[in-house]
C-alpha cells in the first residue's frame, strides 16, 4: 500500500503560480511512476503529468510550458509546480502512483491521495 497526501492548494490570481505537493508513505516511493490528474465539477478526471522511476516526465499538451513535475525520493514527495496559472486550471488536484512508467490513464493508477482544490480567479 501506499498512501498519499496532497498540499499546496489555494486561490490565486490569473497568471500567479502555486506549487503542490505528494507526500507517500507506506511503500517504497521510488517504486512508483507519479501522475498529477486534475477535476473540476462536472467533468471527468484529466491527466495533467507524470513522472516516471526514472525521473522521466510528460506532461498534458494544455498545461506543457507553464506546469513543472518533479520528485524528491529522499523525501518520498512529489510536486507540481504550477505557473502561469489560468481560470481554466482550476480543479481540486490529484496525485497517484503507478508502476508502470508510462501510465496517462486514470484508471491504471493504483494508488490516489484525497485532492486539493485550486481556484484561479480572473
Known amino acids: 500500500q501506499v498512501q498519499l497526501v496532497e498540499s499546496g492548494g489555494g486561490l490565486v490570481q490569473a497568471g500567479g503560480s502555486l506549487r503542490l505537493s505528494c507526500a507517500a508513505s507506506?511503500?517504497?516511493?521510488?517504486?512508483?511512476?507519479m501522475g498529477w490528474f486534475r477535476q473540476a465539477p462536472g467533468k471527468e478526471r484529466e491527466y495533467v503529468a507524470h513522472i516516471s522511476q526514472s525521473g522521466n516526465t510528460y506532461y498534458a499538451d494544455s498545461v506543457k510550458g507553464r506546469f513543472t513535475i518533479s520528485r524528491d525520493n529522499a523525501k518520498n514527495t512529489g510536486y507540481l509546480q504550477m505557473n502561469t496559472l489560468k481560470p481554466e486550471d482550476t480543479a481540486v488536484y490529484l496525485c497517484?502512483?503507478?508502476?508502470?512508467?508510462?501510465?496517462?490513464?486514470?484508471?491504471?493508477?493504483?494508488?490516489w491521495g484525497q485532492g486539493t482544490q485550486v481556484t484561479v480567479s480572473s
Open positions: 507506506g511503500r517504497t516511493f521510488s517504486r512508483y511512476s
Open positions: 497517484a502512483a503507478v508502476t508502470s512508467p508510462w501510465e496517462r490513464r486514470p484508471d491504471r493508477y493504483d494508488y
